[in-house]
Each structure stands twice: as structure tokens, then as C-alpha cells.
């Protein structure tokens, strides 16, 4: 898939020979991420836990002569977080940048309609993954004393009926902040961009799947408690429209350049204003 942001793009190399971890690559905002960083000079690590999607970007990838290795890792856990940096850093002996991308909410229901246990898998989804990867990153980024991490939140913070993922986006800001402050002494950047609503065209893995082959329920007022959602959000929108996973990957690869060296504990809402 192109558009006039992957085609601008090609004239840019702000990453060139830069090693990009990209998250949850197989698709969305991850996989446009992983083109745009390519087209820009960087070589890519694809990580998701769905082979045939990783499959699909490594190949986009290599296809448009981007060096591209995939990692199929289930990043819900602190083994399969450093698994993959691990496996990047044989690949390719450093980990220049880092984007956070895994996340997306489950279900969109007022609160008191979550189950204990759906709480916990939206935190699972959403904010866990970057816990676990920064945690596995740092000591590799504080050895080369350089390091660029770009993780992604939502508007979701100031919207209706995701409350549990809302939390997992909160405690990412606070993260990227923090970070921001822990790791600048050792040449570490850390940013956040927060996505407004995004049309995924070729989204195969449905977010109600909570593991490989397993789909949750949904309640049925599902599509009702959708719909409101998106017009609260569109309502506080200065742009009236949904926006494309190019206009994300356009901020995430700006902030995880040098074009973003001395910009650190930031937040770019790239949501049409909302
Ligand atoms: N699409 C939007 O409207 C929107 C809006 C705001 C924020 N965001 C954020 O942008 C990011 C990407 O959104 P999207 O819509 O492109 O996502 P998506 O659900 O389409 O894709 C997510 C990818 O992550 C992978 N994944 C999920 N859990 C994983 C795990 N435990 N280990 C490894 N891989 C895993 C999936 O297989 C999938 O390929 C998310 O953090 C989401 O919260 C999206």
C-alpha cells in the first residue's frame, strides 16, 4: 500500500542504516510504520505474534529492497520482550530505535460492563507490551550511550467507553516521561505519539482476537456504544475525518530521526486536533 506520505517519504533517509524495532508490524499503524522507517534507510524488525501478517509486511519490505527480519514473539510477557531484543541484537548488533506499538482496545463499553478479567486483558494489550520492552531495551541502548524510543498512546485518554485501555494509554505517558527524564543522561530519547481515530485497511488480525486463534465475546450493544464513541471523538476534532496509518508513521518516524534529537518526554497527538 502507498500514499503521498510513503511516496514523500522516499526522498528522505533520516534513518539510514539505523536498526528500527517496530511492534505489532503485521498490520496497521505498526506495518505503515515499518514501510516508512524502511523507505527512510532503516533496517526493520518486524515483531508481532501473527505469522502470517509479519510474513505479509517482511515481504512488502524486501520487495521495496528494505532489509527486513521478522521476530514472532507474544510481547504480553517479559520473556517474549527480551526474546526479541535479543534476537534483534544477534541480527544485528545494536538497537538504534524502538517503536511501541502494540495496544488497540478490546471492547468500547461503558466501564461498569467489564468483566475483572477483561480489565486485565485490556492492560495486558495496551500497556504491558511497552513495559516489557522498554524494560528489555534500556540496558542495550544504555551500553551504545544512544537510543530512540517511540511508543504510541491514543486519544483514547479523553474519550468515552474504553476506560481500562484509556488507563493503559495514561500510565504509557507517564512511562514515556519518566523515561524521558531517567535515560536522557545516557543519550536515550523517549516520545510518545497518540493516534486520533485511524482507518486500518488491512487489519486481518481483529482486535476481539485476545490470543492466536482465541476471539472474545462482544456485548450486543457493541456496534451502538461504537458509533457513539467515534462521534464524540470526531465532535472534538478540529479535522473532521479519520486519519491514515501514513500520517502516524509520518509523526513516529520524525521523532524516532535525529530531525527529533533534542525533543524528549513528548507527546505528538497526530489526531486532526482532537
Ligand atoms: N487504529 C486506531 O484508530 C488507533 C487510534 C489510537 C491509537 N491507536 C494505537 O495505535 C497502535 C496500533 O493500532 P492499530 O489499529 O494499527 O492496531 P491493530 O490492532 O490493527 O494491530 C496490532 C498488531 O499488534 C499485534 N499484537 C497484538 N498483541 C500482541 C502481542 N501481545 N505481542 C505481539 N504482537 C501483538 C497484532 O497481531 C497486530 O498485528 C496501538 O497501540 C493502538 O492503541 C490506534
Partial sequence: MTSTLDARAAGARRLKDKICVVTGAGQGIGAATARRLGQEGGKIVVADRVAESAARTEKELRDQGVEAKTVLVDLGTFAGAQSLMTQALDAYGRIDVLVNNVGGTIWMKPYHLYTEEEVKLEIDRSLF?????CLAVLPIMMKQNAGSIVNVGSQSV???YR????????GILALTKVLSMEYGRH???VNTVSPGGTDIPDRVTPRLMIEPGVMAEDVDQAEEFRREMVADSRNQQAL?????PEEQAAAIAFLASDDASFITGEAINCSGGQ
Avoid: F, Q
Avoid at 507490551?129 to 520492552?133: A, D, F, M, Q
Fill in 240 to 244: 473532521k475525518r479519520r486519519g491514515t
Fill in 158 to 160: 479523553r474519550g468515552l
Fill in 187 to 189: 543519550g536515550i530519547r
Fill in 129 to 133: 507490551p511497552t513495559l516489557w520492552c
Fill in 163 to 170: 476506560a481500562p485501555y484509556a488507563a493503559s494509554k495514561g
